[in-house]
């Protein structure tokens, strides 16, 4: 029996298009949750934090509730329907903004580290939204319907960082207050976008599961794919995580910070306009090499000096190259399932991915805080050897399908 014979029934072309608007405008406003945090995560935690060596430990938290959430929210995606799982990630994104608010006022580093968790609980379930698009289209439009979704993200690069600079000061006794406020206003505005969404709901061979995920994650396919998300998205996660408290402890401005994360998000995002179709040009293994390649130069570039220019160049080439190694890494994710298996193992995929990065953020503040910028930078390099080494193997091993297809 062919994996066509299992694909779940898609919506007219007018609805897929709706779909696709919907979760790129969804993905605008909730991505801004991810930057706002990145952008005080490390700030706050050195304000409140009762150790200066705790100061990134909120990101960390915030990568932490990413994984931990992930496998229960792809299990309410699994017997319920994706929307489900997104409406009820918006919660955490309204908790998120709230609980961090209440955090700042009374001056707690635990509260706003419980904000984080739930913040991290929101952008996994955020990052579901590419599969959700990949989901609503023909196999063939697949890459192109995931990068449009990822490139909504190029209005959050714009509206998390502004959110901080035009808010952080409009409550002087609490400063960044008004930023957790507005950030669950934009939060729960995306839930209201997210209502309109319309998504196949599981059928009957999706709740049977499918292969089990032991033999699935043994494809060399997925473990490829598992292996270039992880270190794309740890080294994105690794470095952005430190270069704000850089910045600062380099003498550089809060302004500056924020534009430099600005430009990273917008890097991260603005490329997907087009990823899509690269992959299908030249194929996923090489669009995750040239971002893997990416990511080793801006970690070369901020070794080369610590001005605004290096650290905006840095963030900016590392912001690529995660969008080229991620999404790459999420269109091979898509040739190792049937479509039955789909939730279960794009949620394994993610749990994998996120558990990885959550490694990377705790060890991120520490290395910042005892050995400086440059030894984070190096540090680097390690992961990505593997990275580039699971390719190289790829390339010689070449399995002939990703998938193995059952007899007719």
């Known amino acids: 029996m062919s994996l066509e014979q299992h694909a779940p029934e898609i919506g007219s072309r007018r609805e897929q298009r709706g779909n696709i608007l919907r ?46 959430c992930i496998l229960p929210t792809g299990k309410i995606a699994h017997h319920y329907g994706r929307r489900a799982a997104f409406l009820a990630g918006t919660v955490g994104g309204v908790l998120a903004g709230l609980l961090a608010a209440l955090a700042v006022i009374l001056g707690s580093f635990w509260i706003f580290c419980l904000a984080t968790f739930f913040g991290g609980a929101y952008a996994a379930v955020v990052l579901s939204f590419r599969f959700a698009a990949a989901d609503c289209v023909e196999p ?7 990068s449009i979704v990822m490139a909504g993200g190029v209005a959050a690069g714009v509206i998390g960082p502004q959110l901080v600079t035009f808010t952080m000061d409009l409550w002087p006794p609490h400063m960044f207050a008004a930023t957790f406020i507005a ?11 997210l209502t309109g969404v319309r998504l196949p709901m599981p059928t009957t061979a999706e709740l049977a599961g499918g292969r089990p995920l032991a033999v699935i994650a043994r494809q060399p396919r997925f473990i490829l794919a598992a292996t270039c998300g992880a270190v794309s998205y740890m080294l994105m996660n ?50 995750v090499a040239v971002g893997l390649a990416l990511i080793g130069l801006s970690a ?39 479509p039955e298996e789909k939730t279960r193992v794009q949620a394994l995929n993610d749990f994998l991915v996120f558990g990885t990065m959550a490694v990377g953020s705790f060890s991120s503040g520490g290395l910042l805080a005892s050995h400086g ?36």
């Open 23 to 68: 979760l790129s405008l969804a993905q605008a406003l909730a991505g801004a949750n991810s930057t706002v945090i990145y952008a005080t995560g490390a700030i706050i935690g050195a304000m409140l934090a009762p150790d200066k060596a705790l100061a990134t430990l909120p990101i960390s938290i915030f990568v932490v509730g990413m994984a931990a």
């Open 140 to 146: 063939e439009w697949r890459p192109r319907a995931l």
């Open 183 to 193: 950030q669950a206003v934009v939060a729960a505005l995306s839930a209201i976008v």
């Open 238 to 287: 690794f470095l952005m995580t430190a270069a704000p408290l850089a910045m600062r402890m380099c003498g550089h401005s809060q302004a500056n910070s924020n534009l430099g994360l600005q430009w990273h998000v917008i890097a991260m995002y603005a490329p997907s306009f087009f990823t899509g179709r690269l992959i299908t040009r030249f194929g996923a293994e090489r669009v």
């Open 300 to 338: 070369a570039v901020g070794l080369a000096g610590i001005d605004v220019a290096h650290f905006w160049a840095t963030l900016i080439l590392l912001g690529v190259g995660w969008n080229f190694g991620f999404i790459g890494a999420s269109a091979l994710v898509l040739e190792c399932h049937r």
């Open 373 to 408: 910028w440059s030894s984070v930078l190096w540090v680097s390099f390690a992961p990505l050897a593997l990275a580039v080494a699971a390719l190289a193997l790829s390339a010689v091993v070449r399995p002939s399908l990703s998938i193995e297809r059952e007899s007719a």
